[in-house]
Every structure is written in C-alpha cells, then in structure tokens.
C-alpha cells in the first residue's frame, strides 16, 4: 500500500511551535534580554492572527506545537487556533530539554503539558514536537502519544523501535532546511546570518519540487515570531502556492498524516 492515499503524490505538513519567548530561552541559553521576549510575544499577539488568516485564505488545516506555559499565558490565541480547526499538539510545558530530566521528570512535563492544554482547547494532544533524550521516544509512547516530530534521520515517516519492536508511535521528521529558525532567528550575539525570504523561498521550493519527485513528505517547523512577520508570511504563500498548483499535493495535519502512516507503514520496515 502506497504511503500516501489515492491521486496524492507529496504530503506537506505545515507546523507552526507557538514559543512565544520560550523560543528565546532554548536559543540564549536560558537569559533571553527584554528585547528577546518581544520578539516571542509578536508570536501570538501579532503573527498568529496573520498565519490564521492565510491558512484559511489557502483552505489548509495545520498543526501548531504549543507549550502548556504558553496556553495558560495566551489562552484566547490557543483556544483562536482551535476554533479554527487546526491540530494543537504538545511543546513541553516550558519548553523543557527532555535530555537533561529524568524518566519520571519527562512524565510529569508530559502530563503537565497536557493538562493545560486540555484545559484551554478541550482536547488532548496527540503529537507532541520536544527536544528529546535517549528514553523521550519510549515516554512518549508509554504515555499513548500517536506521534512525534522533531527527529532528522529520515524524510518520510516511520514506526519507532522500542525494545527491539517495532511501535505504533509514528515519527514525521524535519529538516532545518524546512525550519524558519535556521534563516530568520537573529539576536545581539548570535553568529548567525538573517537571511531574506527571497533566498529562503528559493530553499523551501527546492526542497518541495525533490520530495514531490520522490513522492515524498514535506513537515514545514515554523514559529509565528519569525515566520508571521508580513514580508516571510507574504513568501510562504508563495511557497504555497506554487505547491497546490501541482494538484496532487496534500496539506493537512499532523495527526492526519500519523493516523495515516499507522495504517499503512509495515511492522517489519520499521
């Protein structure tokens, strides 16, 4: 059975992690300036609204990461998104490094995250987007999570092996080269280039055109700081654009896609 259903050549995937300054915390090394945060609450004050506003112009439902801080902080933006239809997924409560908590410390995050976003949205994660330890993929899978999306070993999904087995908890990996903090993050101190959407436009469709050839995935990691800025949403849409005009490309949900790959990805080709 083929990955993807009938008359779909590519799926694409657009996710969006609403850090708002959790974002800042993860990339200065836990001291993000007065000047950091700023940035991070353009996310869902200013850039979120415009990101809704052109998903529903293009007709694309999409996934949006958000940690269980940031929900009970901006309750109105979360619950905007789920009002909207798109998939909220978890982030973490406080953007956490899975990598440094012990086993049970991930549990409770886990739960924690899920609490609060339950208690804005109504629903519970399904997916969940964390910086991950050696043991998070088994966690998270304990814990009855349908997917995960942050590993960069593959281009299409997979099932992943625990304890020897293969699972039901489905990976979509990413790429930088699909994730706008590697262009448009920029800071005092980050020995980094800010680049133009330009340039960035010419990456993203590069990508997209090799995994349409490949009849592959594409999981776009965006954050409404960087990405909802007029000029980068105005190249997204061009992005998107371009891909719809191909007529078999799917965009739908993250979760979609995991339901989707949970089906129909073999047990022995994990």
Known sequence: MSLWAEGV?????LSFDLDADLFWKV???????????SQGEYGPRVGL?????????????????????????????????????????HHGYDHEDFSKL???????VLARGSQALEAVTGRAPRGARLIPGEDTAAIVHEAGYLY???????????RYVIDGKASDLIELPTTFA?????????????????????IVEAMYLE?????????????????????GRPGRLRMLERVVTHMKSYGDV???????????CRQVLPRDGA
């Open 27 to 37: 990339w200065l090394n836990g001291k993000p300036s007065l000047l950091d945060r």
């Open 178 to 198: 699909l994730n706008d903090s590697s262009c448009f993050a920029y800071s005092f101190g980050l020995a980094k280039p800010l680049l133009t959407p330009g």
């Open 250 to 260: 799917l965009f739908t949900t993250a979760e979609k896609v995991a339901e989707r």
């Open 102 to 108: 012990s086993a049970n410390e991930q549990r409770e």
């Open 9 to 13: 050549r590519c799926c694409a995937v």
């Open 148 to 158: 995960s999306s942050i590993m960069m070993d593959a281009e299409t999904p997979y």
């Open 49 to 89: 609204p415009r990101i809704l506003a052109m998903l529903a112009r293009n007709d694309i439902e999409a996934t949006f990461f958000v940690p269980g801080r940031i929900a009970e902080r901006y309750p109105d933006a979360v619950r905007s998104i789920a009002d909207a239809g798109h998939e909220i997924a």
């Open 207 to 227: 990508e997209f055109e090799a995994e349409y050839e490949e009849r592959g995935f594409c999981m776009f990691m965006l954050h409404p700081q960087l990405i």
